[in-house]
T-cell receptor, first 111, second 113 residues
Framework: QQQVKQSPQSLIVQKGGISIINCAYE??????FPWYQQFPGKGPALLIA?????SEKKEGRFTISFNKSAKQFSLHIMDSQPGDSATYFC??????????FGTGTLLAVQP | NAGVMQNPRHLVRRRGQEARLRCSPM?????VYWYRQLPEEGLKFMVY????????ESGMPKERFSAEFPKEGPSILRIQQVVRGDSAAYFC???????????FGSGTQLSVL
């Protein structure tokens, strides 16, 4: 019940394309769903987050879509750039910031 | 405002030795979290501390691991009698309140020979 399943494991996208990463959770007590971006040798950095009272949140080229009934959420990166190449982690949490992370998606954006 | 500072960045220990990992949270942050990342895996929660208190240690192995966040000074994650399976990247994160976003440090890569 504490798992967060993330797919795909890796993704190759052409520059300018749309990158889509999906996550699914089981625990309906989760009420906070962030996405983190991690570059090699660095710690994860918060990219965008959503709470279940909205179905979509957009910040620049990054959009989270949230489906509460299906217990799924996804990250869309529009106009993907080579600088977006990194590992992306979804996570889910409750009131204490004790986050359960997905296993990560390695994104490569080809020029 | 400096970010979350972790040191050392790399730590090499032989089996049976002790490892001490340090984390200085961002200024004004009193909540500290430790996560462990194994190769090709996501981050796994270990422990959540507030100044001088352990709030949640449900992700920490019962033996050999301990954590503290004293009134003064950095948070310390201590691993006694390290084994090869302890080799991983250990990340510290901090937040100003329990339900605000986490800021992560750059991690400590522990290698056990």
């Amino acid at each position: 019940q504490q798992q967060v399943k993330q797919s795909p494991q890796s993704l190759i996208v052409q520059k300018g394309g749309i990158s889509i990463i999906n996550c699914a959770y089981e625990n309906t007590a989760f009420d906070y769903f962030p996405w983190y971006q991690q570059f090699p040798g660095k710690g994860p950095a918060l990219l965008i987050a959503i709470r279940p009272d909205v179905s979509e949140k957009k910040e620049g080229r990054f959009t989270i879509s949230f489906n509460k009934s299906a217990k799924q959420f996804s990250l869309h990166i529009m106009d993907s750039q080579p600088g977006d190449s990194a590992t992306y982690f979804c996570a889910a949490g409750g009131a204490t910031n004790k986050l359960i992370f997905g296993t990560g998606t390695l994104l490569a954006v080809q020029p | 405002n400096a970010g979350v500072m972790q040191n050392p960045r790399h730590l090499v220990r032989r089996r049976g030795q002790e490892a001490r990992l340090r984390c200085s949270p961002m200024k004004g942050h009193s909540h500290v979290y430790w996560y462990r990342q194994l190769p090709e895996e996501g981050l796994k929660f270990m422990v959540y501390l507030q100044k001088e208190n352990i709030i949640d240690e449900s992700g920490m192995p019962k033996e050999r691991f301990s954590a503290e966040f004293p009134k003064e000074g950095p948070s310390i994650l201590r691993i006694q009698q390290v084994v090869r399976g302890d080799s991983a990247a250990y990340f510290c994160a901090s937040s100003p309140n329990r339900d605000e976003k986490l800021f992560f440090g750059s991690g400590t890569q522990l290698s056990v020979l």
